[in-house]
Protein backbone atom coordinates (compact mmCIF):
# COMPACT_ATOMS: atom_id res chain seq x y z
CA UNK A 1 0.00 0.00 0.00
CA UNK A 2 1.49 3.12 -0.99
CA UNK A 3 2.48 5.48 1.61
CA UNK A 4 3.04 8.98 1.62
CA UNK A 5 5.56 11.38 3.86
CA UNK A 6 5.74 15.33 3.46
CA UNK A 7 8.80 16.77 5.02
CA UNK A 8 10.17 20.43 5.29
CA UNK A 9 10.17 23.23 7.46
CA UNK A 10 7.31 24.41 9.58
CA UNK A 11 8.36 27.78 10.17
CA UNK A 12 8.75 29.96 6.96
CA UNK A 13 9.20 34.09 7.42
CA UNK A 14 6.50 36.02 5.67
CA UNK A 15 7.75 36.77 2.21
CA UNK A 16 9.83 33.57 1.92
CA UNK A 17 9.56 30.22 0.44
CA UNK A 18 7.97 27.52 1.05
CA UNK A 19 9.08 24.54 0.53
CA UNK A 20 7.96 21.27 0.94
CA UNK A 21 8.73 17.31 -0.11
CA UNK A 22 6.67 14.40 -0.42
CA UNK A 23 8.53 11.06 -0.41
CA UNK A 24 6.39 7.90 -1.83
CA UNK A 25 7.17 4.77 0.07
CA UNK A 26 4.88 1.22 -0.98
CA UNK A 27 4.62 1.78 -4.54
CA UNK A 28 5.76 2.98 -7.91
CA UNK A 29 5.58 6.94 -8.98
CA UNK A 30 4.75 5.74 -12.22
CA UNK A 31 1.06 6.64 -14.49
CA UNK A 32 0.17 8.25 -11.41
CA UNK A 33 -0.32 12.05 -10.56
CA UNK A 34 0.63 13.08 -7.91
CA UNK A 35 -0.32 16.93 -5.75
CA UNK A 36 -0.52 18.76 -2.84
CA UNK A 37 -3.83 20.33 -1.15
CA UNK A 38 -3.88 22.34 1.92
CA UNK A 39 -6.23 22.92 5.06
CA UNK A 40 -6.56 26.57 6.54
CA UNK A 41 -6.86 26.58 10.39
CA UNK A 42 -10.73 27.07 10.07
CA UNK A 43 -10.70 23.86 7.84
CA UNK A 44 -11.23 24.68 4.37
CA UNK A 45 -10.06 22.39 1.59
CA UNK A 46 -8.07 24.20 -1.06
CA UNK A 47 -6.36 22.33 -3.86
CA UNK A 48 -3.05 23.56 -4.79
CA UNK A 49 -2.21 21.40 -8.15
CA UNK A 50 -0.92 18.12 -9.72
CA UNK A 51 1.89 17.11 -11.99
CA UNK A 52 2.55 13.75 -13.88
CA UNK A 53 6.21 13.59 -15.42
CA UNK A 54 6.05 16.96 -17.05
CA UNK A 55 2.27 17.79 -17.21
CA UNK A 56 1.21 20.11 -14.37
CA UNK A 57 -2.22 21.75 -13.39
CA UNK A 58 -2.63 24.14 -11.20
CA UNK A 59 -4.90 26.31 -8.92
CA UNK A 60 -4.79 29.61 -11.01
CA UNK A 61 -4.66 32.20 -7.75
CA UNK A 62 -1.44 30.53 -6.81
CA UNK A 63 0.15 30.20 -10.50
CA UNK A 64 2.60 32.99 -9.52
CA UNK A 65 4.04 31.85 -6.67
CA UNK A 66 3.85 28.10 -7.03
CA UNK A 67 6.40 25.29 -8.56
CA UNK A 68 6.11 21.68 -8.88
CA UNK A 69 8.53 18.77 -9.49
CA UNK A 70 9.08 15.36 -9.17
CA UNK A 71 12.46 13.18 -9.03
CA UNK A 72 11.46 9.85 -9.74
CA UNK A 73 14.78 8.31 -8.86
CA UNK A 74 14.08 9.19 -5.57
CA UNK A 75 10.13 8.80 -5.68
CA UNK A 76 9.93 12.37 -4.91
CA UNK A 77 7.60 15.06 -5.13
CA UNK A 78 8.11 18.78 -4.33
CA UNK A 79 6.22 21.98 -3.67
CA UNK A 80 7.84 25.53 -3.59
CA UNK A 81 5.55 27.97 -3.16
CA UNK A 82 7.23 31.94 -2.87
CA UNK A 83 6.27 35.12 -1.49
CA UNK A 84 4.59 33.35 1.12
CA UNK A 85 2.16 35.33 3.83
CA UNK A 86 0.28 34.74 6.78
CA UNK A 87 -2.85 33.64 4.16
CA UNK A 88 -0.50 30.89 3.44
CA UNK A 89 -0.33 28.74 6.97
CA UNK A 90 -1.84 25.59 6.36
CA UNK A 91 -1.60 21.74 6.91
CA UNK A 92 -0.18 21.17 3.68
CA UNK A 93 -0.91 17.57 2.60
CA UNK A 94 0.73 15.69 -0.33
CA UNK A 95 -1.86 13.16 -2.42
CA UNK A 96 -1.89 10.65 -4.83
CA UNK A 97 -4.51 10.80 -7.81
CA UNK A 98 -6.21 7.79 -9.14
CA UNK A 99 -5.30 7.28 -12.69
CA UNK A 100 -6.44 9.90 -15.11
CA UNK A 101 -5.77 12.63 -12.18
CA UNK A 102 -9.77 12.27 -10.99
CA UNK A 103 -10.22 12.11 -7.36
CA UNK A 104 -7.38 11.35 -4.75
CA UNK A 105 -6.91 8.01 -3.47
CA UNK A 106 -4.39 8.44 -0.87
CA UNK A 107 -2.71 11.14 1.34
CA UNK A 108 -0.15 12.14 3.56
CA UNK A 109 -0.30 12.68 7.11
CA UNK A 110 0.38 16.36 6.48
CA UNK A 111 2.42 19.22 7.80
CA UNK A 112 1.49 22.21 9.53
CA UNK A 113 3.10 25.17 7.81
CA UNK A 114 3.17 28.73 10.23
CA UNK A 115 4.15 32.01 8.48
CA UNK A 116 5.77 34.18 10.99
CA UNK A 117 8.47 36.15 11.72
CA UNK B 1 -18.05 25.24 -9.37
CA UNK B 2 -18.87 26.00 -5.54
CA UNK B 3 -19.44 23.43 -3.60
CA UNK B 4 -22.39 23.98 -0.90
CA UNK B 5 -22.92 21.28 1.87
CA UNK B 6 -25.95 21.07 4.33
CA UNK B 7 -26.31 20.84 6.93
CA UNK B 8 -23.46 22.16 9.05
CA UNK B 9 -23.63 19.87 11.50
CA UNK B 10 -25.91 17.35 12.01
CA UNK B 11 -26.58 15.51 15.68
CA UNK B 12 -27.26 12.14 15.49
CA UNK B 13 -27.11 9.10 17.96
CA UNK B 14 -25.13 5.54 17.17
CA UNK B 15 -27.73 3.42 15.20
CA UNK B 16 -29.49 6.17 13.18
CA UNK B 17 -28.92 7.45 9.58
CA UNK B 18 -27.48 10.22 8.22
CA UNK B 19 -28.17 11.96 5.10
CA UNK B 20 -25.56 14.70 4.03
CA UNK B 21 -25.92 17.17 0.88
CA UNK B 22 -23.72 18.88 -1.34
CA UNK B 23 -24.76 21.08 -4.13
CA UNK B 24 -23.16 22.30 -7.13
CA UNK B 25 -23.25 26.09 -8.42
CA UNK B 26 -23.07 24.22 -11.84
CA UNK B 27 -23.60 21.18 -13.42
CA UNK B 28 -21.12 18.27 -12.62
CA UNK B 29 -20.66 16.50 -16.31
CA UNK B 30 -19.77 12.83 -15.36
CA UNK B 31 -21.01 12.81 -12.13
CA UNK B 32 -17.32 13.72 -11.03
CA UNK B 33 -17.70 14.04 -7.26
CA UNK B 34 -16.03 12.71 -4.59
CA UNK B 35 -17.02 12.31 -0.80
CA UNK B 36 -13.70 12.04 1.99
CA UNK B 37 -14.29 11.40 5.68
CA UNK B 38 -11.82 13.32 8.11
CA UNK B 39 -11.25 12.33 11.45
CA UNK B 40 -9.39 14.98 14.43
CA UNK B 41 -5.81 14.91 13.74
CA UNK B 42 -6.10 12.63 10.59
CA UNK B 43 -6.03 13.34 6.53
CA UNK B 44 -8.98 13.19 4.39
CA UNK B 45 -9.57 9.56 3.38
CA UNK B 46 -11.34 8.77 -0.11
CA UNK B 47 -14.88 7.50 0.65
CA UNK B 48 -17.06 7.84 -2.79
CA UNK B 49 -16.17 8.50 -6.03
CA UNK B 50 -17.78 9.31 -9.07
CA UNK B 51 -20.82 10.18 -6.92
CA UNK B 52 -21.81 6.57 -6.14
CA UNK B 53 -18.61 4.27 -6.15
CA UNK B 54 -17.53 3.66 -2.96
CA UNK B 55 -13.42 3.29 -2.73
CA UNK B 56 -11.55 0.08 -1.66
CA UNK B 57 -12.29 -0.45 2.35
CA UNK B 58 -15.66 1.65 2.42
CA UNK B 59 -18.09 0.18 4.35
CA UNK B 60 -20.86 -0.27 2.53
CA UNK B 61 -23.60 1.58 4.97
CA UNK B 62 -22.30 4.71 2.96
CA UNK B 63 -23.84 5.05 -0.14
CA UNK B 64 -23.46 8.32 -2.34
CA UNK B 65 -26.12 9.49 -4.72
CA UNK B 66 -27.17 12.14 -7.08
CA UNK B 67 -26.19 13.80 -10.07
CA UNK B 68 -26.29 17.19 -11.71
CA UNK B 69 -26.19 19.95 -9.18
CA UNK B 70 -27.52 17.47 -6.18
CA UNK B 71 -25.46 15.01 -4.59
CA UNK B 72 -25.87 13.23 -1.40
CA UNK B 73 -23.92 10.99 1.29
CA UNK B 74 -25.93 8.57 2.99
CA UNK B 75 -25.22 6.42 6.18
CA UNK B 76 -27.53 3.91 6.95
CA UNK B 77 -26.30 3.29 10.72
CA UNK B 78 -23.80 5.39 12.28
CA UNK B 79 -20.97 3.33 14.06
CA UNK B 80 -19.08 5.32 16.69
CA UNK B 81 -16.46 5.65 13.80
CA UNK B 82 -18.26 7.29 11.75
CA UNK B 83 -18.25 10.51 13.51
CA UNK B 84 -16.49 12.83 11.73
CA UNK B 85 -16.49 15.69 9.21
CA UNK B 86 -17.08 14.85 5.40
CA UNK B 87 -16.33 16.91 2.96
CA UNK B 88 -17.36 16.95 -1.14
CA UNK B 89 -15.22 17.77 -4.00
CA UNK B 90 -15.88 17.92 -7.41
CA UNK B 91 -13.18 17.08 -10.15
CA UNK B 92 -14.99 17.79 -13.65
CA UNK B 93 -13.98 21.10 -13.51
CA UNK B 94 -10.01 22.00 -13.68
CA UNK B 95 -9.95 24.26 -10.73
CA UNK B 96 -11.02 21.41 -8.38
CA UNK B 97 -13.31 22.49 -5.34
CA UNK B 98 -14.24 21.58 -2.02
CA UNK B 99 -17.51 21.85 0.13
CA UNK B 100 -17.03 23.24 3.34
CA UNK B 101 -17.86 20.08 5.23
CA UNK B 102 -20.64 18.42 7.13
CA UNK B 103 -19.38 17.55 10.56
CA UNK B 104 -21.62 14.59 12.35
CA UNK B 105 -21.32 14.70 16.00
CA UNK B 106 -22.96 12.46 18.80
CA UNK B 107 -26.20 13.95 19.80
Known amino acids: QVQLQESGPGLVKPSGTLSLTCTVSGGSMDDYYWGWMRQFPGKGLEWIGYLRYSETLDNPSLRSR??????????????????????????YYCVRYARGGLYCDSWGQGILVTVSS | IVL?????????????????????????????????QQKP???????IYGASTRATDTPDR?????????????????EPEDYAVYYCQQYIDSLRTFGQGTKVEVK
Open chain 1, 66 to 91: LSMSSDRSKNQFSLSLTSVTPADMAV
Open chain 2, 62 to 78: FSGTGSGTDFTLTISRL
Open chain 2, 4 to 36: TQSPGTLSLSPGEGATLSCRASETVNNNFLAWY
Open chain 2, 41 to 47: GQAPRLL
